[in-house]
């Protein structure tokens, strides 16, 4: 399996300008890890949830 390719959202940062979150999709599948720590943990949802999670996070 190749590596997907990972993009950071135009919404996401802080104060130091590093609190960044990058997502991936791949077939199914979204992927969210911390842009600091790539090589870290990954959470893997499935498209619905991840569209819940916007929804809930956006206050929506």
Same mark, same amino acid.
């Given at each position: 399996? %190749?590596?997907?390719?990972?993009?950071?959202?135009?919404?996401?940062?802080?104060?130091?300008? #590093?609190?960044?979150? #990058?997502? @991936?999709? %791949?077939?199914?599948?979204?992927?969210?890890?911390?842009?600091?720590? %790539?090589?870290?943990?990954?959470?893997?949802?499935?498209?619905? @949830?991840?569209?819940?999670?916007?929804?809930? @996070?956006?206050?929506?």
């Amino acid at each position: 399996m %190749t590596e997907p390719t990972w993009f950071k959202s135009s919404y996401s940062g802080g104060t130091d300008g #590093e609190s960044c979150v #990058e997502i @991936a999709h %791949t077939p199914g599948r979204v992927h969210i890890r911390d842009s600091k720590n %790539t090589s870290g943990p990954r959470l893997t949802l499935t498209p619905e @949830a991840w569209a819940d999670f916007v929804t809930y @996070a956006s206050g929506g």
